[in-house]
């Protein structure tokens, strides 16, 4: 579903090599965690196999087709992806449950419908009784839940996960992979989640281990 080759990403005019010929191919429907430590380039793979920033050197094909040809980022990111951040980047002024509509106001939806896939999404997310709450009224494990639903609403073939469960304790976070891994097998969606906990890494079908830019 995700190949990579001889990814190179540079930084501040070369003084920083991020990626230094990353090879990577990810098969539809795998969970695939990328760890290592600090600095060693995750986040940099999951931004470009994301489209939000672009290779140096090297190529990312999904589904067979390079990046390039599957036209627009934005449009690409739309058709194929959802994404989860350490932060959950919820709109603040938006109840959770509008926060989850929004991606899928880009789809011919009916109001009616947006609302009721936003709902179901929440409802597995056990988030109903707080469909209607704002943000800042939830707790730090309910908004990322609400990250989630939102992620996945377009039920995209891939999702990024950039440490998903980064801000939480380890039952927030039990409930949030809980969720996250359940859909994604339900609809053999392909996941790519970054982590530095070896509990959520043990999880994943397959672990890519990143050292200096490379994979180990
Ligand atoms: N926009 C940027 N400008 C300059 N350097 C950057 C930029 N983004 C990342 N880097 C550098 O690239 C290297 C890889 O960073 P990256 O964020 O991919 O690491 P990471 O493995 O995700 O780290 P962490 O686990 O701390 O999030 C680091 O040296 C980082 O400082």
């Given at each position: 579903m995700i190949r990579a080759d001889g990814l190179v990403k540079h930084f501040d005019g070369g003084l920083?090599?991020?990626?230094d010929g990353v090879g990577l191919e990810v098969r539809l429907g795998e969970v695939c965690a990328i760890t290592g430590p600090s600095g060693c380039g995750k986040s940099t793979l999951l931004n470009l196999i994301g489209a939000l920033a672009s290779p140096t050197r090297g190529e990312i094909r999904i589904d067979g087709r390079?990046?390039?040809?599957?036209?627009?980022a934005c449009l690409y990111r739309r058709r194929y992806l959802g994404f989860v951040f350490?932060?959950?980047?919820?709109?603040?002024?938006?109840t959770l449950c509008e926060n989850v509509e929004i991606p899928l106001m880009?789809?011919?939806?009916g109001r009616r419908k947006r609302r009721e896939r936003a709902m179901a999404l929440l409802a597995e997310m056990g988030l109903e009784h707080r469909a209607?709450?704002?943000?800042?009224?939830?707790?730090g494990g309910e908004r990322q839940r609400a990250a989630v639903a939102r992620a996945l609403a377009m039920e995209p073939p891939i999702v990024l996960a950039d440490?998903?469960?980064?801000?939480?304790?380890s039952r927030n976070a039990g409930l949030i992979l809980d969720a996250l891994l359940a859909r994604c097998r339900q609809l053999n969606t392909t996941l790519v989640i970054v982590t530095h906990d070896p509990g959520v890494a043990a999880r994943a079908d397959r672990v890519v281990e990143m050292l200096d830019g490379r994979i180990l």
């Open positions: 920083i090599k991020a990626l390079p990046l390039a040809e599957l036209g627009p350490q932060l959950h980047h919820l709109i603040p002024d938006l880009t789809t011919a939806l209607g709450s704002m943000p800042s009224r939830v707790s440490e998903p469960t980064g801000s939480l304790d």
